[in-house]
């Protein structure tokens, strides 16, 4: 079957230190792939995406890699602020299109 | 740019009352989705449109759910009657293409307590 899981549910990092937050998936035939920010209160926000030909993309303090040979995904945030405390979450498509969610990983930064 | 509107923000009702969510999605998507998620399952897809056409409901738990989509700028989630077992935050999202290659951009929710 399909399944999206994350390496650990919580993440404690410094302010200003870079955080790395991963996510492991297991159909091979995904070829998309989401990372979304959940704020208390809030919807999950759209922060960048990568499509399987690529490994890399960067964009405002924020990169993804795709290692599409062990199914895995990370989310890089450069110089972590108070305010990127949230959970975070992986999604990717699955084999009917639609998008199927990771457990999210809530990451906190200690000032 | 407006993004996609939810209301409620919080509906707290007595179960076997009727419950009716509501969302406007981003002018100009053609996929509508409403997700539901709670802490133990996490976010889960109810049912999605295209073009204000149900597509995929088979994530709807059981015929008290309903959801229509009469035009493109508007659709709604009903539960009719509502159980305590339905207190969740529910979602709406819209976005371009089914899942394939573009984002679903979500709203901010609507917390619903059955008591």
């Known amino acids: 079957g399909e399944s999206v899981g994350l390496h650990l549910p919580t993440l404690s990092v410094q302010e200003g230190d870079n955080s790395i937050i991963n996510c492991a998936y297991s159909n091979s035939a995904s070829d998309y792939f989401i990372w979304y920010k959940q704020e208390s209160g809030k919807g999950p926000q759209f922060i960048i995406d990568i499509r399987s030909n690529m490994d890399k993309r960067q964009g405002q303090r924020v990169t993804v890699l795709l290692n599409k040979t062990v199914k895995h995904l990370s989310l890089q945030i450069a110089a972590t602020q108070p305010g990127d405390s949230a959970v975070y979450f992986c999604a990717l498509n699955g084999n009917t299109g639609k998008l199927i969610f990771g457990q999210g990983t809530t990451l906190q930064v200690k000032p | 740019d407006a993004g996609v509107i939810q209301s409620p923000r919080h509906e707290v009702t007595e179960m076997g009352q009727e419950v009716t969510l509501r969302c406007k999605p981003i002018?100009?998507?053609?996929?509508l989705f409403w997700y539901r998620q709670t802490m133990m399952r996490g976010l889960e897809l109810l049912i999605y449109f295209n073009n204000n056409v149900p597509i995929d409901d088979s994530g709807m738990p059981e015929d008290r759910f309903s959801a229509k989509m009469p035009n493109a700028s508007f659709s709604t989630l009903k539960i009719q009657p509502s159980e305590p077992r339905d207190s969740a935050v529910y979602f709406c999202?819209?976005?371009?293409?089914?899942?394939?290659?573009?984002?679903?951009?979500f709203g901010d929710g609507t917390r619903l307590s059955i008591l």
């Open positions: 999202a819209s976005s371009l293409a089914s899942g394939r290659n573009q984002p679903q951009h």
């Open positions: 002018s100009g998507h053609d996929y």
